[in-house]
């Protein structure tokens, strides 16, 4: 079997890409369509308000991200903060992705909380793409690329 070289994270700001959503959504690394009714649900059971990064916060959490990445000496090859999720394609590192996810998702909640944010910022879970050889890693750092500001 190939080892992972690289993978793609995904995460998103809170209440800004429900499942349901008509754009798709991503569950235990499948992808789903359009399903208004379980959208409804899931917006009805929102316990904060829905979070869009301005232009600055956005700035911020990137430059949190990168910081953190030299804390845990991953390498990033590719970064897209957007107003409502994050892409990154990182190297593999051996520390489980969930707890890398972590580290960068609580990196940017504490530098936002140092320039006034208040309440929930992200979505609970993350999606990983795994990449296996360099032509994966470059179809995902391209990916990645068209998100960036």
């Known amino acids: 079997m190939a080892a992972v070289i690289a993978y793609m994270l995904t995460w998103t700001t809170y209440g800004t890409w429900l499942q ?9 690394g499948e992808i789903y369509h359009l399903n208004s009714v379980l959208e409804n649900t899931n917006r009805q059971e929102m ?3 829905t979070v869009t990064l301005t232009k600055e916060q956005r700035t911020v959490a990137a430059q949190a991200i ?7 000496e991953q390498k990033i090859f590719a970064l897209a903060v957007c107003n409502n999720h ?12 969930g707890r890398v ?4 998702k609580h ?11 208040e309440g ?8 990983k793409r795994y990449c296996m050889n360099s032509k994966k890693l470059d179809t995902k750092i391209d990916y990645v690329r068209k998100h960036e500001s």
């Open 20 to 28: 349901g959503d008509r754009r798709g959504w991503v569950k235990n």
């Open 47 to 49: 316990k904060a308000k």
């Open 66 to 72: 990168i910081d953190e990445a030299e804390e845990l």
């Open 86 to 97: 994050v892409h990154i394609v990182v190297q593999n590192i051996n520390l489980p992705i």
């Open 101 to 104: 996810v972590s580290h960068y």
């Open 107 to 117: 990196a940017v909640r504490l530098a936002l909380q140092e320039q006034g944010f």
């Open 120 to 127: 929930k910022l992200w979505t609970r879970g993350f999606d």
